[in-house]
């Protein structure tokens, strides 16, 4: 197809979307319009979002700043009432670290504020209004006088409009750092960081700007030292700079022009004698001042306020635009929309220009790099889904994956921005294996499986003197920790190795993605060797109890209550009693066949031991069709896409975590799940939406429609389903299926 007719096509597709809003009785608006990127920042829900300001994957993303942040708290709660900064952010998600941020914060009034709690001032979310591309917000200041922000972005660099009403005092205050021992607490060890580490602020009055870099990494004990790590950033002001100065805690430095430390900053007031707009532009890097000036030039039009938020909405759109719904609530649409935001912010851009800052062997390389993935969580539903709306971009991210592999010596677990030895498991080991098994290529293949054989086979350095607790202290990668165990006596035992069931059962599944590839490259003896080993989840279970349940070295088993979290993963042991996605027909066997499998499954949604917040048991839902009752899972599809989803600051009930929620709703609303990553099959549900469209990139571009025919309340159960008019005749549809599919009807019942 060539240039013209993808041009064409695309933009009757979005016409297309936009004359299916007339369904709902309202005027067509664009779909980023719909996005609310205040669903999940509310304390209640967990969601640990925030209203991140930049395009699809940016690497430095812009965000209001309501508190200190660090691993444990986003910057921007929405139950607070203050706001303390405008903050050049790279935490991607709660339980993670931020890492070369810098803040900045509009202020009037005589004294120069400089700590957090200090600056804060109070707003009203009447006054504020956020969008991807853009965030506003009006404060009162010290001055009792309004204090407006406007905020736009690009991937790398921002503009921040500030509005000061007529002071002799107007300024803006930049925290280039902030080390601040109060937050210490169990999972911030800030002793190490507050001895090794110093940031840098200059001020340049001749050239209107501020500049620096900040080496903290929030998440830095966790992971290796790295000496030439830095955030680096160039504020440009396009007023004079009137007076200046720096500061430390909260002792000011007028005139200084420079300052290093743990917790410090700069400012620079300007002349307001009338209401009066600065304007800043904002440049980031990984690699250089003189990068990050760079990224300025090329992402920055000028001081454009319009021009760049344009663009960055115009980016949204054209993702968004990826799934088309219809004829659905306006709460839907938002629920929808903001889901797929949620989904298109990780993994982040990690290059500039060429080149990239590798956290892995601490060095610059030429090429493209992305960075900040959440494989524990997102190798279940967001890289699923991404494999079918962003084929061509899920090759990229397995070759940053693959580069880290070569530069470190092993696949990340959760790169934050290098390695970490947060949550367990190998999971990039199933993100690269349902990409390989759905044909998706791109990259070195042989690499590939060379790093998956590895993460199997190699138990990590001093495996069998190390515990793992987690957050422990860096000593070493933990790669599977316990892996000599597992392969020797079948099993991770307890007494020898933290979250030992967990570890169990998750590294037999990876196992099984591993050992796709080694059958696919013709390595029969791994592939064999890897199939046995992915059958240790069956040494784990204890038929007598009816649950997976821990053992010890020598064997003896470790009883649990429903509450008791010992050897587990963030979970009870209901979390972990079906987690075997790899070889359900034999989980079912093992725990006395289909009637009484379901009789638990039952026990586990009845009585309220689901926990929908957390990411082990998303699939557990659509088991209910691998033993014959389909429609318990249609009826907890429509009840969990409801109930956990919605357009309030407390709209999702737990840890969106980079987008896994907000993938596994957008899955479930069109009606299938990928319950087995590597298997090439999804599990059907029943779709809550009349019509999904999603526009396919492979074999070739084309629309997949999904309907839900019926469709009502009073309706909620699947009759049949028909594959461009073949009725399928069990509740799964494959991954080649889908692809080549052009239209799928669900037709809906009142009973099932």
């Keep these: 197809m060539d240039t013209t007719s993808r041009i064409t096509m695309k933009r009757l597709f979005l016409t297309t979307l936009c004359l299916g809003t007339l369904l709902l009785g309202t005027q067509a608006r664009s779909l980023t319009d719909y996005v609310n990127p205040l669903i999940g920042t509310a304390i209640k829900g967990e969601g640990g979002t925030a209203p991140f300001v930049g395009p699809p994957h940016a690497m430095t993303k812009m965000m209001p700043q309501t508190r200190e942040n660090r691993m444990g708290t986003m910057a921007y709660v929405y139950d607070d009432t203050c706001l303390m900064g405008i903050m050049a952010s790279h935490q991607p998600t709660v339980w993670m670290g931020d890492y070369g941020y810098v803040s900045i914060m509009p202020q009037q009034g005589e004294r ?333 293949t042989r690499l590939a499986y060379e790093a998956l054989r590895k993460d199997a086979m190699v138990p990590p350095d001093g495996d069998t003197q190390r515990r793992y607790g987690d957050r422990d202290r860096w000593t070493a990668f933990q790669a599977r920790a316990g892996a000599s165990y597992y392969h020797s006596i079948g099993y991770v035992p307890d007494d020898r190795t933290a979250e030992s069931l967990s570890r169990t059962l998750e590294y037999a599944y990876d196992d099984w993605c591993v050992a796709q590839l080694a059958r696919d490259l013709g390595t029969a003896h791994d592939y064999d060797q890897l199939m046995r080993w992915s059958q240790n989840y069956r040494n784990v279970y204890n038929s007598e109890r009816g649950f ?79 033993c014959g009752q389909p429609h318990k899972c249609q009826q907890l599809v429509r009840r969990h896409t409801t109930v956990n989803y919605r357009n309030a600051p407390d709209g999702i009930n737990g840890n969106d975590d980079c987008g896994q929620m907000s993938a596994w709703y957008i899955f479930s609303v069109m009606g299938f799940y990928p319950v087995t990553p590597g298997s090439n099959t999804y599990a059907l549900g029943a779709p809550q939406f009349p019509q999904v469209t999603l526009r396919m990139a492979r074999p070739m571009p084309h629309d997949l429609t999904i309907e839900a025919r019926g469709l009502s309340p009073e309706r909620p159960y699947v009759e049949r389903v028909l594959v461009d008019g073949s009725e399928l005749t069990e509740p799964f549809i494959t991954h080649d299926a889908l692809l080549a599919a052009r239209h799928i009807t669900f037709v809906m019942a009142p009973t099932p």
């Design 112 to 444: 120069v504020l400089t700590l957090p709690e200090a600056r804060a001032l109070p707003y009203s979310h009447r006054n504020e209004h956020a969008v991807p591309h853009q965030y506003s917000v009006t404060l009162n200041s010290q001055e009792g006088k309004p204090l407006k922000a406007l905020v736009t972005a690009s991937s790398r660099c921002a503009l921040i409009k500030v509005t000061f009403a007529k002071s002799s005092h107007s300024r803006i205050i930049v925290q280039g750092i902030n080390l601040n021992p109060g937050l210490n607490d169990w999972c911030n060890d800030y002793g190490p960081r507050l001895r090794s580490l110093k940031g840098w602020v200059k001020i340049d009055p001749e050239r209107n700007e501020i500049i620096g870099y900040n080496p903290d990494r929030q998440s830095a004990q966790l992971g290796p030292e790295l000496k030439n790590f830095n955030g680096y950033f160039v504020i440009k002001f396009d007023r004079p700079i009137t007076h200046y100065g720096t500061w430390t805690g909260d002792e000011i430095h007028p005139r200084s022009l420079q300052e290093y430390g743990t917790r410090m900053g700069a400012y620079a007031e300007f002349a307001t004698p009338r209401a009066t707009t600065v304007t800043m532009q904002v440049g980031t890097s990984f690699i250089s001042i003189d990068q990050a000036r760079a990224n300025m030039e090329q992402e920055l039009p000028g001081w454009n306020f319009n021009t760049l938020a344009r663009t960055t909405h115009d980016q949204w759109e054209e993702k968004l635009s990826k799934i088309g719904v219809s004829g659905i609530s306006h709460d839907d649409m938002v629920n929808f929309y903001t889901a797929m935001y949620h989904s298109y912010l990780f993994p982040r851009e990690f290059s500039e220009g060429g080149r990239y800052y590798s956290a892995f062997d601490d060095q610059v390389h030429q090429g493209t790099s992305h960075n900040d993935f959440s494989l524990w969580d997102t190798f279940r539903a967001l890289h699923p889904l991404m494999t079918l709306i962003e084929p061509d971009l899920t090759c990229q991210w397995i070759t940053s994956l693959l580069q880290m592999y070569q530069q470190g010596g092993w696949l990340p677990i959760w790169p934050n921005p290098g390695y970490t030895n947060i949550m367990i498991g190998t999971h990039a080991d199933a993100v690269i294996a349902d990409a390989y098994m759905k044909g998706l290529r791109d990259y070195d």
């Design 548 to 626: 997976m349940l821990p053992r010890n070295y020598g064997g003896d088993w470790i009883d649990l209550d429903d509450h008791n979290r010992r050897g587990l993963t963030e979970g009870s042991k209901w979390t972990y009693l079906f987690c075997v996605l790899h070889d359900i027909p034999g989980m079912i066997e093992m725990m006395g066949g289909r009637d009484a499998f379901a009789r638990m499954l039952d026990r586990n949604f009845d009585e309220n031991h689901y926990r929908h917040d957390n990411e082990p048991g998303h699939h557990y839902i659509y088991l209910y069709n691998y």
